[in-house]
């Protein structure tokens, strides 16, 4: 695929030794507090190392989205949830038995070392472990989570392929190419900080799939 001329660029990683070079090429650009647009199971999604107070607030600048609106992580396992979660109720687990990886966000109190910018103010962050191997691949290689917000502009249709990404995002940020997403409908977002656990978002898991009626 041509790269386009521009400050953004998109690399190819379909292909066992493309998706190894482009993963780590991403890595390091997710170190250094940059962007990468990479494939979900929907569409293309945007991560930035959101231990990086910088590298959130470019987010929300690019994506020109405003304070109010939290932002959820992927995470690179199921080990590693309780460094962020404060506290993971006992239906929590058993959903994520079920479910994750997979469309399920999960509603959790934040630890203090989430940025106050990912949870709106509202001490609360959406979680989940994503079945796509690029976004899995993209939070171990750092160790850490990745934020996993919908590659567009706030309130502007989401991308399923890395052309829209550029379209939307002619800065400075990397694009990892995995060809057209299959679109459709997101992840269902659950809270699990209130009782009864509440959807605040019905996705790709219905109610009556979860067990809450």
């Known amino acids: ?19 190894k070079k482009g ?8 170190l250094s507090g940059g962007v ?10 945007l991560a930035v190392n959101p231990m990086d107070e910088d590298a959130v ?14 932002i959820l992580i ?36 934040a630890m203090p070392c989430l940025s106050q910018r990912l949870t ?10 994503s079945s796509h191997p690029v976004a899995t691949a993209l939070a171990g290689s750092i160790n850490s989570p990745v934020t996993g917000t919908s590659a567009n502009i706030s309130g502007s249709p989401a991308c399923r392929t890395a052309m829209e990404v550029y379209e939307y995002f002619k800065e400075d940020i990397l694009i990892l190419n995995g060809g057209e997403t299959r679109g459709g409908i997101g992840s269902t977002i659950l809270d699990v900080t209130v009782k009864p ?14 067990g809450l009626g």
């Open 1 to 19: 695929m041509r790269v386009p001329v521009g400050k953004s660029r998109i690399i190819d990683i379909i292909g066992k030794t493309n998706f």
């Open 23 to 30: 993963i780590d090429e991403a890595r390091g650009v997710l």
């Open 36 to 45: 990468v647009s990479f494939p979900t199971e929907t569409f293309y999604g």
């Open 57 to 70: 607030d470019r987010l929300f600048r690019i994506k020109k989205r405003g304070p109010d609106r939290p």
């Open 74 to 109: 992927l995470l690179p396992s199921l080990e590693s949830l309780d460094l962020y979660a404060a506290e993971i109720p006992d239906i929590a687990g058993d959903l994520i038995k079920r479910f994750w990886p997979g469309p399920l966000t999960i509603l959790f109190r």
């Open 120 to 129: 709106a103010g509202t001490g609360r962050i959406g979680m989940r472990l």
């Open 197 to 210: 656990p509440e959807i605040v978002r019905e996705g790709a898991i219905g109610k009556e799939q979860l």
